[in-house]
Structures are given as C-alpha cells and as structure tokens.
C-alpha cells in the first residue's frame, strides 16, 4: 500500500465542504500520470468558475490540503487570496462536484441530460479518468464532504471499464464540438480587415463583422458575383462598408469563417 502526507496552506480557505478524491489500484500508479489527473482536475475546476464570471467574479483554484494512506486519497479545497476571500467563493466546491457528476454520467450514457460541456472539459476530464482506466482493478470514487458535520454526499464511483467509457465518450464529444455549426445572418454589416483584389482568390481576405465578433474572421465568398460587386467598386474598400448576407462557421461558439453570400450594398466609413 502506498501511503504520503501532502499539507498545504495558501491564502483563506473559503469551503465548508472539502472534494475527496480516492484512487484505488492494484499496480504502482505512474507518479506523471496521478500528477496529471490531478492538475487536470485542477484546471476543470478553474475552468468552469471562469465560464461563469457573474455568480464567481473572483478567481479560485483547487489546493491539496492532504494525501492519505489507503491507495491514494486527496483531500481538495477551494482557496482564494485573503484579500478576495468572500460570500462569492463558497459553494464552489459542491457546485462543481455537481457539474462534474453530471458530466461523467452524460459520456457513460447520452440519453442522460446533457450539462454545458466545452472541449477542454472533455479533455480534463478524460485526463482524469486515465490511472484508473489503464489497470482493470482500479476504482475512483468522488465525494464531497462537509467538513463542519461530517455529511458524505458520493458524487462519483467509478471502475476501470467506466473510466475507459468516459475516455471514450468525452473525445468523441470533443470531435463533435470542434465540428464548424454554421448560422446564417441576413444585411449585416461588413468592414474589410484584409483583402485580395482578385475574384478567384480563395485566400487572404479578412473581415470585421461587429455584431458577430469584435475579431477579423477569414472571408469566404461563395460566388464570384459577390467579390466582383466589390472588387468593381470605385473607391477604397477599406474606407467603406458593405451590407452582406452570411453564413457563419463557429467552433465553440466562435466565429471561424464568413462566408459571404450575397453584398447588397456598400456606403463610405463616416470620419
């Protein structure tokens, strides 16, 4: 069996429920691999308190308060600097084993409701999830616990063959996600960020759709009638804007390509 104590103190402990993750194995666990689990785990926790600025305006992170004997089991608290330690930082412990419980029953079964999932939280979570799916007696298990009154709440409980089914399911989410969702918008506002002055050039040209993104996307014009409409024009096509209709390729919600469909029309930039 092996065993170590690991305490750390940093800034204000702001839980009252601390995360208690137990690996089980029956083979010496890979010291890079365990490291890796947990700062994958680490990064997910961060990672969903960032995608929800308005209820956790301040940073958290999860901190190692204590490894103990019996396998190995980690004892996680969320920490802030004592400076920012406020109402705003409590229940993130609870809320995140929540989300996370959520996102493993959805990758060992789909039909089960769908949490918001990003595609590094497929990745982290797969990170997670690989000590225990490459030893076929392994277990994970967890747990929240309520360090006032001793409550248990198991999020978690996992054996090898699960573990390799989350593996297997969350890349294949994240193939999904990375899949372009196209969205189509109608007389919409274009400004050339960068351009090519040939019709048959497939490459090059950038553009500025404000109400879309404050970014500069890659431009796609589906045919040359549209480019030639601009191409044509008098005047700097810098210095003007065009009335467009589009169609939208995102990756995770952001914009990666504008294909131009049709240009309506064009007037000068205002100085």
Known sequence: MRESILTEEVGQETETEKLVVHFKYSTPLELNEFASAMAALGDNFKHNLESDPLRYPYEGSLYIKEIRPGSIIVDLFSYAPIVLASAE???TVITYASKLKGMVEYFLDKRKPKPPITRADCLQVAEVMKPIARDEAAQINVNVVNTGNGTVINHIHLDSRGAQKVIRSAMNEKNILEQPVPAEF????LRFYQARNKTKTKTGDRGIIENI???????????DKAKDKIIKEKGNPFQRLYLVDVRVDKVENRPVLYKIMAVHNSWPIQG
């Open 213 to 223: 993104s404050k970014s500069h996307v890659k431009l796609q014009f589906v045919n």
């Open 89 to 91: 930082h409590v229940g």
């Open 186 to 189: 109608k007389s919409v506002v």
